[in-house]
C-alpha cells in the first residue's frame, strides 16, 4: 500500500508586491502563510565615492574622509 504523504504534492508559493514602504514577500504552503516586510534603505544625504584617491580631490576633501575614517576606529 502506498504512503498517503507520497502521494500529497508539496507546493510553496512566493510573491512579492512593492509598496510605499519597501517590499512585501509572502510565503505559503500547506501548513500556513508567512509575510515579510522589507524597509526601503533610507535615502543617503552624500553619494558615495566609487573610489577615492588623495591626487582626484582637493586636499581638504581629502584630510575630511581620512578623519572620518579614523573615526570609525577610535
Not at 15 to 36: E, H, L, M, P
Request: glycine share 4%.
Amino acid at each position: 500500500m502506498a504512503d498517503s504523504k507520497s502521494s500529497e504534492t508539496n507546493h510553496q508559493h512566493f510573491f512579492v508586491t512593492t509598496t510605499d514602504c519597501g517590499i512585501q514577500a509572502s510565503f505559503s504552503n500547506a501548513q500556513g502563510r508567512k509575510n515579510y516586510l522589507i524597509p526601503k534603505a533610507k535615502p543617503m544625504k552624500e553619494e558615495a565615492p566609487l573610489a577615492v584617491e588623495s591626487f582626484s580631490i582637493t586636499p581638504e576633501q581629502y584630510h575630511t574622509l581620512m578623519d572620518r575614517i579614523n573615526g570609525l576606529y577610535d
